[in-house]
């Protein structure tokens, strides 16, 4: 018998090999002591685990795809973002009341909006039959501040000028809107009864802020694809508040990759499926700013110089 062993005590015996009585060497295979690492262990199990909390919300919400509300496929995306994280939060599905409340208040928030920017008449309709709905469900108050609020930020919001410092008031005029339509249903959802927490919360709090981020790079796509209507109704958008298109390109190219950073938030098992949605989310954003270049550059050079007047629609939803 010969044995093998390393200097010094770390390793200990790396290898055995034995003689028969015929003289022949039976080589064993190397056995190398298994390596355990309990952090790394407990960190793939959380991240299974989101994975399949993940799963089990958006499986639950797949039948909200062809129900009356909400009305969007992005809006039902949402709510089943919603449910995993009440998931990671409580261990519990969001209640099924609760959950068609937030149906109802992402269609009132969609339909305010619209109203706001003069786009449809018919958002009016929509407007008063979800307001009423929520007020029934006990929350007149809430959608009294949240109405509030966005008349406010409507009222001052950046008129579509195009110099170096109006794209930054444009910018932080979007996100402080989305900051508190995020609110207002994180409030619902997590029962709260006030908006200010969940508004501090989209900065503070790692889900919240990394819906945040989703709900902006959603936002840019929009303001991409939608560009030439915006600017034809005299609407601020990522790329009407810019000296030229190329620049607005460029400045909300430089945009969207700020809010696809994560560094800020906790890396979580918790955070890793929203951290996964926002890298998707993030790259379509990416392509379609993309496309919005080659677009430009193969369309006759210039932009629309003309646009209606600025309107605020500010009492129309009194």
Avoid at 93 to 104: E, G, N
Avoid at 289 to 318: M, N, Y
């Amino acid at each position: 018998m010969i044995w093998c062993q390393c200097v010094g005590d770390v390793l200990g015996k790396l290898c055995c090999a034995m003689s028969d009585s015929k003289g022949i060497i039976n080589h064993r295979p190397l056995i190398l002591p298994a390596i355990n690492d309990p952090v790394r262990g407990t960190v793939h199990r959380g991240r299974i685990s989101a994975i399949r909390i993940s799963i089990t919300s958006f499986l639950r919400g797949l039948p909200l795809f062809i129900s009356a509300r909400p009305q969007s496929p992005l809006r039902v995306l949402c709510m089943m973002a919603f449910d995993t994280v009440h998931r990671f939060r409580t261990s519990k599905q969001l209640p099924t009341d609760r959950l068609r409340m937030l149906a109802v208040c992402l269609d009132f928030e969609a339909a305010a909006n619209v109203a706001f920017d003069n786009k449809k008449e018919s958002c009016r309709n929509e407007f008063h039959t979800t307001r009423t709905l929520l007020d029934d469900a006990g929350m007149s108050a809430l959608v009294t501040e949240f109405l509030s609020r966005l008349r406010e930020l409507e009222t001052n919001r950046p008129s579509p000028e195009r110099d170096h410092g109006q794209f930054e008031k444009m910018k932080s005029y979007r996100e402080a809107v989305v900051r508190l339509s995020l609110s207002m249903v994180a409030t619902i959802a997590f029962g709260r009864q006030s908006i200010d927490d969940e508004i501090q919360a989209t900065q503070s709090d790692d889900e919240l802020n990394l819906l945040f981020r989703i709900a902006m790079q959603c936002q840019i796509i929009d303001d991409v694809l939608d560009s030439s209507k915006d600017a034809a109704a005299g609407l601020p958008s990522f790329l009407t508040a810019s000296t030229s298109l190329p620049q607005a390109l460029e400045l909300t190219l430089e945009a969207a990759l700020s809010y696809a950073d994560v560094q800020v938030v906790r890396h979580s098992a918790e955070t890793f499926p929203l951290r996964l949605a926002l890298s998707a989310v993030s790259e379509c954003a990416r392509l379609v700013i993309a496309l919005g270049r080659w677009r430009q550059r193969i369309s006759v050079p210039g932009r629309v110089s003309k646009h209606r007047p600025f309107e605020r629609p500010v009492d129309s939803l009194r």
